[in-house]
Every structure is written in structure tokens, then in C-alpha cells.
């Protein structure tokens, strides 16, 4: 079945370092792909989205790039800051039922100044 | 911007009591979802709802039940409160839809952190 997998965490950086969270997914088809992120005593909010392969998803200096041929979906920035500290989400809709998404376990990343 | 209110932040419940959680959404959305939230656990599916009255279990359900009277409004119900039962629980809505509802993403609230005792 489909499925969403990310490098553990935590993840801890110092201010300005650059920043991969590795996700790599498994699906049926070309399915959307999310970077939700969750800040510390809030719900999740989307970061960014690719709605097909080679497309690149940006938000707030985060990047993410499709790739089909390597089934990824690796977060990126050149430069984090402290408020980026929070909890980092890859997650497709599950092929099965798509109104369902399937959610990878969450990366923590921590920035120091 | 979608809104998604739910009830209260924190709640502090006995065990065996019945306990309801709320959320409310105003985008008219199809779809709401509850989560919960453990460390090194991720997000799990509770219930989900994709119209009124209609309801589909997730990975967790036992022990939880939904209700979806109005469709902005998703309650989940604790019959009867346990301590494993502690947790983040997190409701989240989304427009629907077969094909462009595929390309939207799910709308969350706040959460509520729920203790049982």
C-alpha cells in the first residue's frame, strides 16, 4: 500500500545552518504531496504542496522538489531561523480512499541562536 | 483563511466518564477528520466524516465514537474515559471533492490536550 516515510528526528541546527528533512513516499499513481509543519501548542498548517511530478512547492524560504524518478519530496531552506523550530509532516492522500491523507511520523527540528 | 474552533485547548476528565470534544469549521467543507497525537507516534486517524450524518472509521476507532448532525460541526465522543485515553487530539476539515478536493490540503484547529485521570 501507499506509504509516507521521513528521517527521524530530532533534528537540531543552529541558526542560519542549512536544513533537509528527507521524505521519500511509496503510491499508486501521481499523487499530490504536502510539508505540513506544526509549531510548538498549534495544529498543523500547511507548509507546501507539488501537485505533480518535477513541480516545486515554496513557502516562507522552504522548498520542496516532486521527483518521480527517486520518489521523493525532500524539505529544504538555505537558512533556517529559530522561529522555524517546530515539527516538519510529509503526507500524500491515500489512493485507496482520497479524501484520507497517509502522514509521515513528524521530524522535530530544534534552531539554536 | 478556513477557521477550524475547536472546543477547548485543555481538558481534564476522570476515568469512565463520557467526554465530548467539539470543532466546528466555517468553510462549508466536506470532509472533517479527527486525529490523535502521541509522541514518536505521529498523527492517527480517528473517525472521519464526508457528510452529514455519514461517518467512516479510521486506524483507532476503538473506544471513540463521532457525530456529525450539522456539517460544520464534528464531535467525537469518549464513552467512557480511559487513561490511555490521554492525549492531543486534533480535528482538521477539508473541501472534498473526487478529483479537485485531491489537490487541497486538510484545514486543522488548535487541538485539545486531554487528560484523564
Known amino acids: 500500500g501507499d506509504s509516507v516515510t521521513q528521517m527521524e528526528g530530532p533534528v537540531t541546527l543552529s541558526e542560519e545552518a542549512f536544513l533537509t528533512i528527507n521524505c521519500t513516499y511509496t503510491?499508486?499513481?501521481?499523487?499530490?504531496l504536502f510539508w505540513y509543519v506544526q509549531y510548538p501548542g498549534e495544529g498543523l498548517q500547511l507548509l507546501l504542496k507539488a501537485t505533480k511530478a518535477d513541480d516545486k512547492g515554496s513557502n516562507k524560504g522552504f522548498e520542496a522538489t516532486y521527483r518521480k524518478e527517486t520518489t521523493s519530496f525532500h524539505l529544504e531552506k538555505g537558512s533556517v531561523q529559530v522561529s522555524d523550530s517546530a515539527v516538519y509532516f510529509c503526507?500524500?492522500?491515500?489512493?485507496?480512499?482520497?479524501?484520507?491523507?497517509?502522514w509521515g511520523l513528524g521530524t522535530s527540528l530544534a534552531v539554536n541562536p | 483563511d478556513v477557521k477550524v474552533t475547536q472546543s477547548s485547548r485543555y481538558l481534564v476528565k476522570r476515568t469512565g466518564e463520557k467526554v465530548f470534544l467539539e470543532c466546528v469549521q466555517d468553510m462549508d467543507h466536506e470532509n472533517m477528520f479527527w486525529y490523535r497525537q502521541d509522541p514518536g507516534l505521529g498523527l492517527r486517524l480517528i473517525y472521519f466524516s464526508y457528510d452529514v450524518k455519514m461517518k467512516e472509521k479510521g486506524d483507532i476507532p476503538e473506544g471513540y465514537s463521532v457525530s456529525r448532525e450539522k456539517k460544520e460541526r464534528f464531535s467525537l465522543i469518549l464513552e467512557s474515559a480511559s487513561t490511555n485515553q490521554t492525549s492531543m487530539y486534533l480535528c482538521?476539515?477539508?473541501?472534498?471533492?473526487?478529483?479537485?478536493?485531491?489537490?487541497?490540503?486538510?484545514?486543522f484547529g488548535d487541538g485539545t490536550r486531554l487528560s484523564i485521570l
Open positions: 503510491a499508486t499513481g501521481y499523487p499530490s
Open positions: 503526507a500524500l492522500p491515500n489512493a485507496g480512499n482520497n479524501r484520507k491523507l497517509i
Open positions: 482538521a476539515s477539508h473541501l472534498g471533492g473526487h478529483t479537485s478536493g485531491l489537490h487541497q490540503p486538510q484545514h
